[in-house]
């Protein structure tokens, strides 16, 4: 048994971090620190920071991605901001990659934050087995939480993975009354078609506890990390959408949404 219990410290104690930033101000409410977990079950063909895909340390431009630290050395930095946080009531903001492929580490970072009364967002893209997400979800003071198609076909050939699990850890969230906001990303000829924003529209109108969507356009920034980092680029010949589209998005899930506020990050 000591054995056992001296693993689960370990593995709570340490955890593969790839960048820390501060002063976030579209990473949840005032000014934040967004902690940037490595690693992600989903390979989404238009992530900017295909750096945080692999569970693993690597190197780009002589420079490497991904280091191991521990739960003290993570709020040791988040504590540096606090008197920001207090003045505009943020926090931190626990991102990725995917923070759930971390779980132990997760959420001994999300027990030693409310101890010190530090508000706490987790950005996730909400595929986990619901016994690795439920013990987090009382831990945590709001979610970001994608939703980006809804046909099971779709998102397996555009991010890897199913949907199965995203859609049942929301429905949770919602039943049990959680501070969520849905993240929408724009992906042009794949995520905006009306079709799908009509279905996630739809869908987020049936959990009735969610009352606001943000909208993210895409962008191409991370482009050059690809080639970089040896991955194949998909979006070759896919453009950012245009500010009338985005205003044409807005409006199309204002037409299908009641009591839901749609904003542009």
Request: glycine share 6%; with cysteine; net charge neutral.
């Amino acid at each position: 048994m000591d054995n056992v219990m001296n693993v689960n410290n370990k593995k709570k104690s340490k955890g593969l971090i790839f960048d820390i930033r501060r002063f976030s101000i579209h990473d949840g409410p005032g000014i934040r620190t967004t902690v940037f977990f490595k690693g992600c079950p989903l390979k989404c063909r238009w992530c900017h920071n295909p750096e945080s895909q692999r569970a693993f340390p690597e190197t780009f431009k002589n420079k490497t991605i991904g280091e191991e630290k521990t739960v003290a050395d993570i709020v040791k930095e988040i504590e540096k901001e606090t008197i920001f946080y207090d003045e505009s009531r943020g926090g931190v903001t626990f991102s990725g990659g995917e923070p759930l492929e971390q779980p132990h580490f997760l959420e001994a970072l999300l027990d030693e934050c409310k101890k010190k009364e530090i508000h706490t967002t987790l950005d996730t893209s909400g595929d986990s087995h619901p016994s690795i997400f439920n013990p987090i979800i009382d831990k945590v003071d709001l979610f970001l939480f994608d939703l980006k198609i809804m046909d099971e076909k779709e998102h397996k050939k555009y991010t890897g993975v199913s949907n199965h699990f995203i859609l049942q850890n929301l429905k949770t969230l919602a039943k049990k009354k959680k501070n969520v906001i849905i993240r929408f990303p724009v992906i042009p000829t794949i995520t905006d078609t009306d079709e799908n924003i009509k279905s996630i529209a739809s869908f987020v109108m049936s959990l009735k506890n969610i009352h606001e969507i943000d909208l993210l356009p895409y962008h191409r920034t991370g482009e050059t990390k690809y080639r970089h980092l040896g991955f194949e680029y998909n979006m070759e010949g896919i453009t950012p959408p245009d500010d009338n589209r985005m205003e044409e998005i807005k409006h199309l899930f204002e037409q299908n949404t009641q009591n839901i506020e749609i904003k542009r990050i």
